[in-house]
Each structure stands twice: as C-alpha cells, then as structure tokens.
T-cell receptor, first 108, second 112 residues
Framework: GQSLEQPSEVTAVEGAIVQINCTYQ??????LSWYQQHDGGAPTFLSY????GLEETGRFSSFLSRSDSYGYLLLQELQMKDSASYFC?????????FGSGTKLNVKP | SAVISQKPSRDICQRGTSLTIQCQVD?????MFWYRQQPGQSLTLIAT?????????ESGFVIDKFPISRPNLTFSTLTVSNLSPEDSSIYLC?????????FGAGTRLSVL
C-alpha cells in the first residue's frame, strides 16, 4: 500500500473553519479523494481532485498540490454533525489507498 | 450514485471456521473492492474484485485466506477462511466508477 499521513485528531468549534492535511510520498497517481465516516457508519465520498488546485463543494473544499505532495480538506461553517473521521485516499490507477485518518471533534 | 448492500452486518464465529460476506450493488459499477478496518483505524485494501476472473490481492493478503468471487458486475463475495482471533475486524466492500467509491455498511466479525 501507500503511505498517506494525516493528523490523528482535530478539535474546532461550531461555525469555525478547519483544515485537514494529507501528505503522501507516492507520485504518479490519478487523483486524491476525501471521505467522511461517522462512528459505526460507512465511508461516504466528499470530494476528488484530479488536478492541482481547489475543488469546492458547498461547505467543503479540497485542494491538491502534486509538486508539494500534499492536499487538504477545508470545512467551513462547522456544524456538530461534521464530527466524524475524515480520510484522504489516493487513486493509484484505480486502486484506492486510504490515509491514516483524522478524527474531527466539533464543540458547541 | 450507487447503493451497496452488504451482509451479514455482523457475526461471531469460532476459530477455524470460515465466513462468507456478500456485497450487492444496485447499479453497474466498473470496480469493486474489499477493505478491512479495525475500529478507529484506517481502511486497508485487501483486493480488487475482478468480474469473471481472479481477484487482485494487495501485499499481505492471499487467495487461500481471502477467496473472492465476482460473477457479474453487481455482486461479489469475500470469504475469510480458517478464522483466528486476529481476523476480528470490520470488512467493507465498495463499488464505484473512476473517481467515486460507494461503501457498504460493513460486516463486523468477531472470532472466538
């Protein structure tokens, strides 16, 4: 598999903005995805970056920089329901390898 | 989008036995995968389920231990063979197209 590193845990307050970083070592991949997983639930797709730059989907945005070997997920206007684990996943020619995961705690 | 149905949702098995997990997709997907996830941990790719041919396994996973079938585009099974307590985990199937994967709710396996 591949090595994609994320901070293990992040805490933020409702209404704030939080950025979750994902750094990797392997180059030459199709794209970088982000998934959300609530405790006991299935991972759900959030965003996909095939190219460098910012992709915006509502309150969530994702960024990729291949030259810097990193990406991030930006969550705006945090809500309590955003408390979950977030995973980046590298699309290595149609095989998907997941990052270590970040547990986001949103506090009132 | 696609809806992934996975069963059983959980099972408790004796060591030395096997468990077969079924995964059904409600629409045709080009790719299906099987993952393992320990609670609170990341997802580890076990294999790519290939329609009508042998699955492609990741390093550390072998066909004898994790036989996989995919007889058509919408259905796959994973068998976890010769169970040991170390196999206790959550097993997830996913199906998708090029950029997006949809996941089943997972099978929580406990081996006694």
């Amino acid at each position: 598999g591949q090595s994609l590193e994320q901070p293990s845990e992040v805490t933020a307050v409702e209404g704030a903005i939080v950025q979750i970083n994902c750094t990797y070592q392997t180059s030459g991949f199709y794209g970088l995805s982000w998934y959300q997983q609530h405790d006991g639930g299935a991972p759900t797709f959030l965003s996909y970056n095939a190219l460098d730059g910012l992709e915006e989907t509502g309150r969530f945005s994702s960024f990729l920089s291949r030259s810097d070997s990193y990406g991030y997920l930006l969550l705006q206007e945090l809500q309590m329901k955003d408390s979950a684990s977030y995973f980046c996943a590298q699309d290595n020619f149609n095989k998907f390898y997941f990052g270590s995961g970040t547990k986001l705690n949103v506090k009132p | 989008s696609a809806v992934i149905s996975q069963k059983p949702s959980r099972d408790i098995c004796q060591r030395g036995t096997s468990l077969t997990i079924q995964c059904q997709v409600d629409s045709q997907v080009t790719m299906m995968f099987w993952y393992r996830q320990q609670p609170g941990q990341s997802l580890t790719l076990i294999a790519t389920a290939n329609q009508g041919s042998e699955a492609t396994y990741e390093s550390g996973f072998v066909i004898d231990k994790f036989p996989i079938s995919r007889p058509n585009l919408t259905f796959s099974t994973l068998t976890v063979s010769n169970l040991s307590p170390e196999d206790s985990s959550i097993y997830l199937c996913s199906g998708g197209t090029e950029n997006i994967q949809y996941f089943g709710a997972g099978t929580r396996l406990s081996v006694l």
